[in-house]
């Protein structure tokens, strides 16, 4: 656990057993030195605990990373529970982590992601102050999804010569929370959508209203398409799928989208323009981290759309020193958490 610690760079680790509720949950806070570990919460089955520990470790640091490049006085946190076979109150259970979160006085401060709801938050705060994106503070998926079509246009620019999406091929993989309303946003841009998920709804939905072209799953990623925007599940792009991939660039909402850095160098050989993931999925988190700032939608809704330029920046960066974006927005990233002259 150390070593994973270490390898990571994690501030602290927190676990917890409720045997009342079934809740196992681990907080993974990365960094709290630009404020407190700010980021969502996860409830997925998992193969086994290591890879449920890696999981939260590596998102917590994403979120660092995140809150950094967006210029928010927030570190970076996750929490991870174990989803169990059967639960007898999902209530109870978020309500247990909600007392585990209040125990941390502030270190880390919670939101929705994959699993979870705001339903779920206001479980969680009705024992803690330390929870975001509850009923009243709204979902921050739509804002997430804002983001990446700015990303996606600004990315379009730098690899394509042009924002205007109308005609681009743009494959979406997973049509959740982020994907639909992005894809929405992609149809109504003039795109020709090409869809997959794991839900046989969501595909014929996205058919019926959008026109989009349904993909088997294992099928998308090389399919010939402009953009891709992995919106699944991370870890996605590995030496052998980035080697079938057939699109010019990559950018979406799905947090860890590349297993190593080195994918990142093989997607650059291959003249595949890679979006940073935490770079261009921050919409989410600017929402809820002004909203905890008492931020109201008039002053949230400029900051979204901002993400196009930072992309711009990074890409800029990139083209000039010929390196991967991710290797340059890492470099970025960590010049704010870690260097001390800034
Ligand atoms: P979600 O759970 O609502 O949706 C995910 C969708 O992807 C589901 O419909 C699922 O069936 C599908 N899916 C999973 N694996 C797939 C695969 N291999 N092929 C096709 N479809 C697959 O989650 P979400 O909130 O929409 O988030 C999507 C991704 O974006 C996650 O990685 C999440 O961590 C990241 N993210 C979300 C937010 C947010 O605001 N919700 C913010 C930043 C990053």
């Not at 941390?104 to 969680?124: E, F």
């Not at 349904?214 to 052998?240: F, Q, Y």
């Amino acid at each position: 656990m150390f070593a994973l610690m270490e390898e990571i760079g994690l501030e602290a680790l927190h676990m917890a057993v409720d045997p009342v509720t079934g809740l196992k949950a681990i907080i993974a806070v990365h960094s709290t030195r630009l404020g407190p570990a700010l980021g969502g919460c996860r409830y997925l089955s998992y193969p086994d605990q290591a890879s449920a520990l890696r999981d939260a470790a590596l998102l917590a640091r994403g979120m660092s990373y995140k809150a950094a490049m967006a210029g928010l006085p927030f570190g970076g946190g996750t929490a991870v529970v174990l989803r169990p076979g059967h639960v007898e109150s999902r209530a109870a259970l978020f309500e247990a982590l909600g007392r585990m979160i209040d125990g941390l006085n502030g270190q880390y401060i919670t939101a929705t992601d994959s699993g979870t709801s705001s339903a779920d938050m206001d479980c969680i705060a009705q024992h803690t102050l330390h929870v975001t994106s509850t009923s009243s503070g709204g979902d921050p998926s739509p804002h997430t999804a804002v983001g990446i079509f700015a990303g996606i246009r600004a990315t379009a620019f730098a690899r394509l010569g042009s924002e205007n999406l109308e005609g681009l091929r743009i494959a979406v993989q997973g049509l959740g929370k982020v994907g639909y309303a992005l894809a929405e946003q992609l149809h109504e841009a003039g795109a020709e959508l090409l869809v997959s998920d794991l839900d046989e709804r969501r595909l014929h939905q996205a058919v019926e209203e959008l026109g989009a072209h349904p993909v088997a799953s294992e099928a998308l990623l090389a399919t010939p398409c402009d953009i891709l925007a992995p919106c699944g599940l991370g870890g996605i792009l590995n030496r052998r799928s980035v080697a079938q991939l057939r699109c010019a660039a990559i950018a979406g909402a799905a947090n860890n989208q590349l297993v190593s850095l080195e994918v990142a160098d093989q997607l650059e050989n291959r003249g595949i323009l890679y979006a940073p993931d935490y770079v261009i999925n921050s919409g989410g988190l600017i929402q809820v981290a002004l909203q905890h700032h008492n931020g109201n939608a008039a002053v949230i809704t400029p900051h979204v759309p901002r993400i196009g330029l930072r992309l711009t920046e990074v890409f800029g960066h990139a083209q000039a020193e010929k390196r991967s974006p991710a290797r340059i927005a890492d470099r970025l990233a960590e010049r704010l958490l870690y260097d001390t002259r800034t």
